[in-house]
């Protein structure tokens, strides 16, 4: 009788593991029923052309760029769209790259191609510093007229579009300057001249 009821308690312990094993395994079997095929179904293909949602979401702002008028005396103002984003420094970035970017025709840019923005900051007291690749200087044309243009397209894409932008100094590879190509001084931030942006 004293071995029996060893034996009896270790079939009874079996008896309830087994049990437990059994209510896991059907809880399991119940969850992959149920909420299987929402996870094991493939994502519907996207049609072609699509945009991904959160790329047709992108919030967009209209910029005035600036670009050579037909004559190639003067900057001709032309709005375009621009992602938006938040804070004056990088939206600064922002305008100034989609400046940098070579039009379509019959548009001409005045920056040299190759050139890039390497970084830009922005002053408590209006100043922009806009700091360009050494291809603005190595392939520009020369003249004062292109010369001026392309100081004057940088200028008045930002102080056109961030009311707290007043005025422009750029900068290459990192360091001040004197002058582009010989006759606009770059030695101090610039100031918008609308007298170089047709009407």
């Known amino acids: 009788a004293g ?19 059994g209510t896991v395994l059907g809880i399991a079997l119940l969850v992959l029923v149920f909420f299987g095929p929402r996870y094991l179904t493939p994502a519907p293909p996207v049609a072609e052309g699509a ?4 790329a047709a979401e992108v919030r967009k702002i209209r910029a005035r760029l600036f670009y050579v008028n037909e004559e190639g005396t003067g900057l001709s103002g032309v709005e375009q769209e621009i992602t938006y984003v938040e804070g004056a420094a990088e939206q600064a970035r922002r305008i100034i790259e989609a400046q940098l970017a070579a ?8 920056i ?5 923005l390497r970084t830009v900051f922005l002053t408590a007291f209006g100043d922009a510093y806009v700091d360009l690749s050494g291809e603005l200087q190595a392939n520009h044309p020369g ?4 010369e001026v243009l ?4 940088i200028v008045s894409a930002l102080t056109s579009n961030l ?3 007043t005025s422009v100094q750029i900068l290459i590879e990192g360091r001040e300057v004197d002058t582009l190509a010989g006759h606009l001084d770059l030695r ?4 918008q001249d609308e007298r170089w942006v047709s009407k």
């Open 188 to 191: 101090r931030p610039i100031e």
């Open 103 to 110: 039009p379509a025709p019959p548009l001409a840019s005045a």
């Open 163 to 165: 009311p707290a932008v």
């Open 150 to 153: 392309t100081v004057y397209s």
């Open 3 to 21: 071995a029996a009821a060893p034996h009896a308690m270790t079939k009874r312990r079996d008896l309830i593991l087994y049990a437990g094993l």
């Open 143 to 146: 003249g004062t007229t292109n």
């Open 112 to 116: 040299p191609p190759g050139t890039t």
């Open 51 to 54: 945009l991904p949602v959160a």
